[in-house]
Each structure stands twice: as structure tokens, then as C-alpha cells.
């Protein structure tokens, strides 16, 4: 039995009624009903069609077939608790450890991010037995209340940072501390988490672990410079704590030339604990820690049985298997690379003929596009990014923004997105921001 379909209206008023105000909506002033999806493509109550510049968790695609199938087939099998044996979670954790260095070679198998970044933390606390946790400024690495403790972006809106919590500056060489102009931008940042491991020795207390994203998201899409994560990693395991890559945005092949982003770090760079969710189950829950022998034999001898109901289910390993099947045979890692490379070069373009873009970064289909208002005192461009967010929605193109001033424009599409999708985009922004600046010119000159 269809249910029933209610008039976009209705479903509003019924969202406002029934769902927490604080789970906003995507263009909340004029929200987009979505009824279905495929590829890189929304559809709403209409048939309008959107493209879809968002949506990084369906990684190889909306309702692709050949995930649906998976999931359907195993579904009509069995599902039941990951504490029966079962083929499908062993599959998966040996076809994960493929694509990871050797020593990461233990897999804890959850249902979201941050139930991974959790567990995370756990491990580091266990195995090190220290408490003190190092992260970026303006970090987002969950919504749970030990996530939230780690998590600048939430807990300088909330109840402040912890004792055990220590902020080291972002690497951003755009408007860090540290710049393009640095000769040596990822020794000068690393060397700034060495003096938080100072400070923290300094009131006797002792670092657990480091914990960063591989590409910070939310800090708006930064790059950080090579070199930075295995100096890092030198500092952080001499004093006696662990690195831990959250992986949760950027794996799976986003950033093409890699399957894991803090790959870019160089051949020599291995995490001690890697956290991923996202895109692993393209929709479905489904998300996992890799860690070492170590690691995992020290939380395995606290004595205390860690078991997780769902993660790791048959029905959630079938469609991580398959979501690995689609990302080889349709090369969707070279598919980044190629449409990533792309469309960095058309956004490139534009900055030469828009002041308004004072940045052009990312890394396979990871790309953003910063907008300040003065090139040379990088002021961010808040509202004009909101306004291009809003102009892209009226050509039926979603984007969204990110960073501490969300001014940056950010690009995470399905891994199907094509060149032609890259042109149109680029096509539209040009257009968009023409058209501001001649609003603009037209308010200045009283007209």
C-alpha cells in the first residue's frame, strides 16, 4: 500500500507540528521537497529536476540499482544481530583492509559517524590511558554529548571547552596564521600543535590523542599542506597519545587519487585509528573503526564486552560490499579526479573575473569556493554566499555553504557527477555573480 502523498504545504506544517525546531531544513525560508532521486539528480513534488552538489553521503548515487539490489536480495535472506556468525562482515572488513595501510587491520563495525568518532575516543582513552584530546579549531566530529566536547564548531555555542580538550589552530594557509606565502606552512602548523602537547604537560596532564579530520569540512573545506598529519603524528606519539583521521566526509575515493584522504598526507603517513561513515552504506547506516592489534587488544583487555546490535548487520555489510563493487567498475575515483579537476579549473577561471572569489581549493569532488568582500583584508563575503546558495537553487542547482563565517561555497556531490554537471555549475555562478556585481554597480552609482 502507497502512502499517502501530502501537498508540500501539509508536510510542512506537519514537520513544524511534529519534528524538533532544531532539525532545520535545507533552504528553511523556502523549503524543496524531495520525492525521489537518481544519480546526481533530485526530483520534487513536481518533477522539477535538481542537480545535486550536496549530497556526499550518496556516494556512488541516489538509489543506485545496484545498491537496492544488494540490500533488497540480503533483506529477503536474513538480517540479524552482527553477534551471529555471518560471511558478509568478515567480506567487508577484508575488502576494507585492502585499501588501508597494514597495521590498521582490527574493524568495529556502527551505524553512524558518531557513534564511530565515539568509539574512537574509547579506544584512545583505553589504550593510552591518558584523557587530554587535541583538535582543530572550528572542528565538527559528531552530535553525541563526547563529540560534542570535542567539537569547537558546537561547544563555543554551547557549554564551553572542557579542561581535557585543547584547540590547536586550523592549517588553513588562505587565512590561517600561516599562509601561501610560509615557506614551510605544515612544519609552522604542526609546530603549533607541539606547543599545545607543551601546555598540556604543563598542567600535569597527559595527551590521549590527536583527533582531525583528514580534510576539515565544516572548517570549510581546507587542504591541509603535506607533511602537516606525519610531523603530527611524531609529536602526538611521543607523548604517549594516538592520531586519530576522521575519515567520515572524505573517504572512499572523494579526493580520486586516493581512497582515503589522509593519503594525500604521503606513502610514509599511517593514523593509528581511522573513523568512517558517510558515504559507506551511499544512505544506509553503516559505519566503522579501523585501528591496530594494539589498540584493539587493549580494549579488548579492559575485560568489558563491547557489542553493537546493528552495526555490522548482514542486510548493512551487503550494501558496503556493493557500494565497493560500484566505486571500482565505474572508476568513480577517477571520475573525481577528472570532473574534480575540472570543475577546479572553471572555478580558477572565474576568480580571474570576479574580485568576490578570493579562494579556489579541494581535491577531487571536495571543492570550495571562498567569497570575501576585500581581496586583501580576505573579508568574508557571508551574505553574498548565501545569496549565491539561494540564486543556485532558483536554476534548480543545490549548494550549500560552510565555515566559521559561511562564506565558503562548498561542492560534495554524488561521485557520478559529470562534466557536463561541472560546466553547468560553473556556467551558473558566472552568470549569478555577474549579475550581483552589476546590482551592485548600479547601488553605487544611484541609478
Wanted: proline residues 4%; negative net charge; charged residues 25%.
Amino acid at each position: 500500500m502507497a502512502l499517502e502523498m501530502f501537498r508540500k504545504k501539509e508536510t510542512l506544517a506537519m514537520r513544524n507540528k511534529l519534528i524538533g525546531q532544531s532539525c532545520r531544513l535545507f533552504y528553511s525560508d523556502d523549503p524543496v521537497k524531495i520525492v525521489r532521486a537518481r544519480g546526481q539528480y533530485l526530483y520534487d513534488e513536481n518533477g522539477q529536476r535538481y542537480l545535486d552538489c550536496i549530497s556526499n553521503v550518496q556516494h556512488v548515487g541516489h538509489c543506485h540499482p545496484s545498491i537496492t539490489q544488494a540490500a533488497t536480495t540480503q533483506m529477503e535472506l536474513l538480517n540479524a544481530n552482527s553477534r551471529f556468525l555471518h560471511d558478509n562482515i568478515v567480506q567487508y572488513a577484508d575488502r576494507l583492509a585492502a585499501t588501508l595501510p597494514d597495521k590498521l587491520c582490527v574493524f568495529y563495525f556502527v551505524n553512524s559517524g558518531s557513534e564511530a568518532n565515539d568509539l574512537a575516543l574509547r579506544l584512545a582513552h583505553q589504550y593510552t590511558k591518558h584523557e587530554d584530546v587535541i583538535v582543530l579549531d572550528h572542528a565538527y566530529h559528531g552530535h553525541l554529548t563526547s563529540l560534542i566536547d570535542i567539537s569547537p564548531y558546537k561547544f563555543q555555542k554551547l557549554t564551553g571547552q572542557k579542561e581535557w580538550v585543547h584547540v590547536a589552530p586550523i592549517p588553513d594557509t588562505y587565512r590561517g596564521i600561516f599562509r601561501e606565502d610560509h615557506p614551510n606552512p605544515a612544519q609552522a602548523y604542526a609546530d603549533t600543535v607541539k606547543d599545545v602537547i607543551d601546555k598540556v604537560h604543563q598542567k600535569g596532564r597527559k595527551v590521549s590523542a590527536f583527533f582531525a579530520e583528514s580534510l576539515p569540512s565544516v572548517g570549510g573545506q581546507i587542504l591541509l599542506p603535506k607533511g602537516y598529519s606525519t610531523k603530527v603524528a611524531e609529536y602526538v606519539r611521543s607523548a604517549g597519545g594516538v592520531f586519530v583521521a576522521d575519515e567520515v566526509q572524505t573517504g572512499f575515493g572523494r579526493v580520486g587519487s586516493h581512497f582515503w584522504a589522509f593519503q594525500l598526507q604521503g606513502d610514509d603517513f599511517s593514523p593509528d585509528i581511522v573513523t568512517m561513515g558517510k558515504p559507506m552504506g551511499n544512505g544506509h547506516p553503516l559505519s566503522c573503526v579501523a585501528t591496530t592489534a594494539e589498540i584493539a587488544g587493549a580494549f579488548t583487555a579492559n575485560g568489558v564486552e563491547y557489542f553493537n546490535t546493528f552495526g555490522g548487520n548482514p542486510v548493512s555489510c551487503a550494501i558496503g560490499l556493493a557500494v565497493l563493487d560500484v566505486i571500482e567498475k565505474e572508476d568513480l575515483r577517477g571520475n573525481s579526479s577528472r570532473v574534480g579537476g575540472h570543475l577546479l579549473d572553471r572555478l580558477t577561471q572565474l576568480q580571474t573575473k570576479h574580485p568576490i572569489i578570493g579562494d579556489v581549493r579541494g581535491v577531487g569532488l571536495f571543492v570550495g569556493l571562498e567569497l570575501v568582500t576585500d581581496k586583501e583584508q580576505r573579508t568574508p563575503a557571508t551574505d553574498a554566499a548565501a545569496q549565491v546558495v539561494r540564486r543556485l537553487k532558483e536554476e534548480y542547482i543545490c549548494v550549500s555553504t560552510d565555515g566559521p563565517w559561511e562564506n565558503i561555497v562548498k561542492f560534495k556531490p554524488p561521485m557520478c557527477f559529470s562534466m557536463e554537471d561541472a560546466d553547468l555549475v560553473a556556467d551558473r555562478i558566472h552568470h549569478i555573480l555577474t549579475d550581483m556585481e552589476r546590482s551592485h554597480q548600479k547601488l553605487d552609482s544611484g541609478d
